[in-house]
């Protein structure tokens, strides 16, 4: 089936859909919505290929440690399991120090980003970034690898929440950047939804977790993803059916997928 939408972050691999995954699934497929499951650790990683196995087309998986995971980062797990055609993507990775986290966990959470940069690199897939409270760090980082190896360093800043200053550093790195449903109810984030080029945009649910306006409060899904797209295209007073088409393009493009 030809897609529409591309939920391009969401964790159908979390247990919060242990009771109706399959059901899940099936309303994003009958709306045409595609699906990547990102992982966090190594059993979401695993569990995330395991459900894009299953499905012949439409389901896809991004594989890797999110920075505030406690686990050792395991880079031998995560090659062999990246060698497998479902997988689209390394991450969700990057840095997180909202909890403030002491010298040391710091460290960690730069060597296991940095061992995913280049494993993604390795590879010649893009990364999904995860990044709160570090841009800055980890934009020094990124360029880093920027200038070593050019455009083989390629990726996506997932939920991005910083100033439209570091969109452009972002943008100027060659990555791009995706919305979730916090724009559908989170009134600061219009300058930037409206900043952003829209051939450098894509469109995420991060599921369980943001439910967009209608369904705020409620568990978040991929079928949910169209909300987003909507309201990008209002923020910016577009048409819908431009922006639809773009966006998904640009997934389209970014991970390399076959429609
Ligand atoms: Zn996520």
């Given at each position: 089936m030809k897609p529409q939408f591309i939920d391009i972050h969401s964790h159908l691999n979390l247990s919060d859909y242990d009771a109706d995954r399959e059901e899940t699934l099936r309303r994003a497929q009958d709306a045409l919505v595609w699906v990547i499951n990102v992982g966090v650790e190594k059993k979401e990683s695993q569990f995330a290929v395991e459900i894009a196995e299953k499905y012949s087309d439409g389901v896809y998986a991004i594989i890797g440690q999110h920075?505030?995971?406690?686990?050792?980062?395991?880079l031998d797990f995560y090659r062999k399991l990246a060698k497998n055609k479902k997988v689209v993507g390394i991450g969700e990775c990057g840095l997180d120090f909202f909890r403030k986290p002491d010298e040391k966990s710091r460290e960690k959470q730069i060597a296991a980003f940095r061992a995913q940069i280049e494993l993604a690199i390795e590879l010649d897939l893009p990364l999904m970034i995860h990044c709160r409270e570090a841009y800055s760090e980890a934009l020094v980082i990124l360029n880093e690898y920027k200038k070593k190896y050019g455009d083989k360093l390629r990726g996506d800043f997932h939920f991005f929440a910083g100033d439209t200053g570091t969109a452009q550093k972002i943008l100027d790195l060659g990555f791009n950047i995706s919305f979730t449903g916090v724009i559908t109810f989170a009134r600061e984030y219009e300058k930037l939804v409206k900043y952003v080029p829209l051939d450098r945009m894509m469109s995420e649910?991060?599921?369980?977790?943001?439910?967009?306006v209608p369904y705020r409060g409620k568990r978040n899904e991929p079928l949910f993803v169209k909300e987003v797209v909507s309201k990008i295209a209002s923020v910016r007073g577009e048409d819908f059916e431009k922006v639809r088409a773009q966006l998904l393009q640009n997934a389209i493009k970014f991970f390399k997928l076959t429609v």
């Open positions: 920075p505030t995971s406690e686990e050792d980062f395991d649910t991060d599921c369980p977790f943001v439910a967009p």
